[in-house]
């Protein structure tokens, strides 16, 4: 079994900075491929941005393009989520997720485990 450990996130104003990161443990003998979901009340979860298991491509929402990066951290199967620019309509509970057969990282079926979540509030 593998598990994610979150950390980051929090509050911030608008056009304020935030980097969440993420680092699996358990069975990860693989290179994961993970990515970063949000999610408010009564809205479905929705990817933020994720990469490839082997990390070769690379995903981002379009509403994050451009401020949001997602990155390998230098441990194996970590993930850091730099937020840049962000914006009311950012916040979220954040959920790291990762999995062995990631082809299609916006897809949230092709993430097998999935972390607790992270707070990430932006005000104005």
């Known amino acids: 079994q593998v598990q994610l450990m979150e950390s980051g996130g929090g509050s911030v104003q608008a056009g304020g900075s935030l980097r969440l990161s993420c680092a699996a443990s358990?069975?990860?003998?693989?290179?994961?491929?993970m990515g970063w979901f949000r999610q408010t009340p009564g809205k479905e979860r929705e990817v933020v941005a994720g990469f490839t298991a082997g990390g070769r491509n690379t995903y981002y929402h379009n509403s994050v393009k451009g401020r949001f990066t997602i990155s390998q951290g230098d441990a194996k199967n970590t993930v850091n989520l730099q937020m840049n620019s962000l914006k009311p309509d950012d916040t979220a509970i954040y959920y790291c997720?990762?999995?062995?057969?990631?082809?299609?990282?916006?897809?949230?079926?092709?993430?097998?485990?999935w972390g607790q979540g992270t707070q990430v509030t932006v005000s104005t």
């Open positions: 358990g069975r990860t003998s693989s290179s994961l491929g």
């Open positions: 997720a990762a999995g062995p057969y990631v082809a299609d990282p916006s897809l949230p079926q092709e993430y097998n485990y």
